[in-house]
T-cell receptor, first 109, second 115 residues
Framework: GQQLNQSPQSMFIQEGEDVSMNCTSSSIFNTWLWYKQDPGEGPVLLIALYKAGELTSNGRLTAQFGITRKDSFLNISASIPSDVGIYFCGDFGNEKLTFGTGTRLTIIP | DAGVIQSPRHEVTEMGQEVTLRCKPISGHNSLFWYRQTMMRGLELLIYFNNNVPIDDSGMPEDRFSAKMPNASFSTLKIQPSEPRDSAVYFC?????????????FGNGTRLTVT
């Protein structure tokens, strides 16, 4: 089956720094979804991408659907303490939403 | 919008007991999903329903797991008998399916501990 690989697995940054994470797949995607999970809560949708090459922003977040349709990145600019959490990419391969292993973001005071 | 509502938030039970997890999807959403999250395996799809009908249950780990959706506003996931390896956070999610690949909206999960 398809595999979703997220990198890095974890990040330790200082407040105010920019963050970049990405997701790659062994298969071609038609949809990329980026979710964030806070401790003790369910994942919350950040950005949805539906077209190859699409670049979408949501406040300080920017995500792009790769031209090859096998990758996507998520950038966070000027990180703040509430950005802490786990970020998941997901896709609808075989019509089921499958998630990557996540990138855990920690902000150092 | 109340969001997806799951109950209980926490469940602690002994091995061999029956466990029932409950979910109320967002009103108007016609697809419902059950996921399990563990450190080792991440988020795994167990089963999903479309218009109250189970579409794909290939992710259900064993016959001990069963899920029902008797109406558009309620679903249950049952484990009988429970085992320690079932300990995980179980999430319910719903989707409006108003377009192809509509994003899912998740509840806050039920943390299950089987001792």
């Amino acid at each position: 089956g398809q595999q979703l690989n997220q990198s890095p697995q974890s990040m330790f940054i200082q407040e105010g720094e920019d963050v970049s994470m990405n997701c790659t797949s062994s298969s071609i995607f038609n949809t990329w979804l980026w979710y964030k999970q806070d401790p003790g809560e369910g994942p919350v949708l950040l950005i949805a991408l539906y077209k190859a090459g699409e670049l979408t922003s949501n406040g300080r977040l920017t995500a792009q659907f790769g031209i090859t349709r096998k990758d996507s990145f998520l950038n966070i600019s000027a990180s703040i303490p509430s950005d802490v959490g786990i970020y998941f990419c997901g896709d609808f391969g075989n019509e089921k939403l499958t998630f990557g292993t996540g990138t855990r973001l920690t902000i150092i005071p | 919008d109340a969001g997806v509502i799951q109950s209980p938030r926490h469940e602690v039970t002994e091995m061999g007991q029956e466990v029932t997890l409950r979910c109320k999807p967002i009103s108007g959403h016609n697809s419902l999903f059950w996921y399990r999250q563990t450190m080792m395996r991440g988020l795994e799809l167990l089963i999903y329903f479309n218009n109250n009908v189970p579409i794909d249950d290939s992710g259900m780990p064993e016959d001990r797991f069963s899920a029902k959706m008797p109406n558009a506003s309620f679903s249950t996931l049952k484990i009988q008998p429970s085992e320690p390896r079932d300990s995980a956070v179980y999430f319910c999610a719903s989707s409006p399916q108003d377009r192809i690949h509509s994003p899912l909206h998740f509840g806050n999960g039920t943390r299950l501990t089987v001792t």
